[in-house]
């Protein structure tokens, strides 16, 4: 008894440390222009955010909402800028969540995979990579990844890389080679994005074209547009539906489902303090509880209103911990009365 007291007040003091994982900063945190409804524009580009759906504001159902938008935020400022004011907005996630799930659309949490993107431009019949930041196409990506919350890896085009990877290999999509090069960057996923000239009614366009594999199947997309910053809007629009489809979860309105996860690596109590804060953050867990802890491993009970397939593609993404072994779906199961079963087992990997 005195053991577990010790251990409880440990677990208090620890309470109010940082916790750093691999999350999309400011899901729930607008960025918009100071003119015209700055709040119904701030709601629809975190909507579009947490829920991979760039056509959202269009949605019949929500047409209300977004003309009671001031609801939804929490705080705002003006923020000057040369290019003309803006305003940083930050919307209450509790209610932004709720909206969602009152209609059933699915939401997307902060744990996302990181996106290594090989960028290559054809100008006048000559390829090269678009390596430099200040590029039109390099800045419009890296913005619009931002505004999607898309976690964007950008290649050191470094000696090792262009010694082992041509412009051509990535716009041939010589996957074999690119995936042996991409790993150093250890990337969740491997985008390959080929941009040239094209004309469209008369009229001087930009088009790209990107590609990923997943499970041996490839996926592709077409786009065109009149300019860079459009081009890549529409790129990150895309890709961001692509992936939402397969990671959102919908969360029930029913009565939370309890899951049990087991923690190996756990050597001290920081460590089991980080994992109950990194499950807390997680979208639609509304409670975390050590069951159980003995020498290096941990049981955390989760509260959850998402299913136990949204829990995993939550989890995959978490950098803090590396899955043990793959479980079948079909035995996720719900706590019921008597043992508590496992849902699946994990190891923390150290900061």
């Not at 390099?138 to 898309?150: D, I, V, Y």
């Amino acid at each position: 008894m005195i053991k577990m007291l010790h251990l409880f007040s440990l677990l208090c003091a620890l309470s109010g440390m940082a916790v750093h994982a691999g999350q999309v900063a400011n899901l729930y945190q607008a960025d918009v222009a100071a003119e015209g409804d700055w709040q119904r524009d701030a709601l629809k580009q975190v909507l579009t955010r947490v829920s991979g759906k760039s056509d959202i504001a269009a949605a019949p159902e929500l047409e209300g909402e977004f003309k009671q938008a001031s609801a939804y935020i929490k705080q705002f400022e003006a923020i000057r800028h040369a290019d003309g004011n803006r305003m940083r907005v930050l919307l209450d996630a509790v209610k932004v969540n709720q909206l969602l799930q009152q209609n059933n659309i699915a939401v997307w949490g902060a744990l996302r995979p990181d996106i290594l993107v090989w960028l290559v431009q054809q100008k006048e019949g000559n390829r090269s990579f678009v390596r430099r930041s200040e590029q039109p196409l390099n800045a419009a990506l890296q913005q619009s990844f931002g505004e999607a919350g898309l976690p964007l890896l950008l290649p050191l085009y470094d000696m090792d890389d262009l010694l082992n990877l041509s412009e051509t290999d990535v716009w041939a999509g010589f996957w074999q080679q690119i995936n042996q090069v991409s790993v150093r960057y250890r990337p969740d996923i491997v985008v390959l994005v080929a941009v040239d000239s094209t004309e469209q009614d008369g009229q001087p366009m930009l088009r790209l074209n990107w590609q990923r594999q997943e499970n041996g199947r490839t996926y592709r997309d077409e786009i065109i547009e009149k300019d860079e910053s459009s081009l890549m809007q529409s790129f990150a629009a895309s890709l961001s539906s692509q992936l939402a489809q397969q990671y959102a979860s919908v969360m029930s309105a029913q009565s939370d489902s309890d899951y049990v996860l087991e923690v190996q690596h756990l050597t001290d109590l920081p460590a089991l303090v980080q994992v109950q804060k990194l499950l807390q953050q997680m979208v639609g867990v509304s409670e975390v509880t050590i069951v159980r802890y003995d020498s290096d491993s941990a049981q955390y009970k989760l509260s959850t209103s998402i299913s136990a397939d949204g829990l995993m593609n939550a989890l995959r993404f978490n950098p803090r911990l590396r899955l043990v072994a793959e479980e079948n779906t079909a035995e996720y199961q719900s706590l019921n009365l008597g043992e508590q079963p496992v849902f699946s087992r994990f190891e923390y990997v150290k900061p």
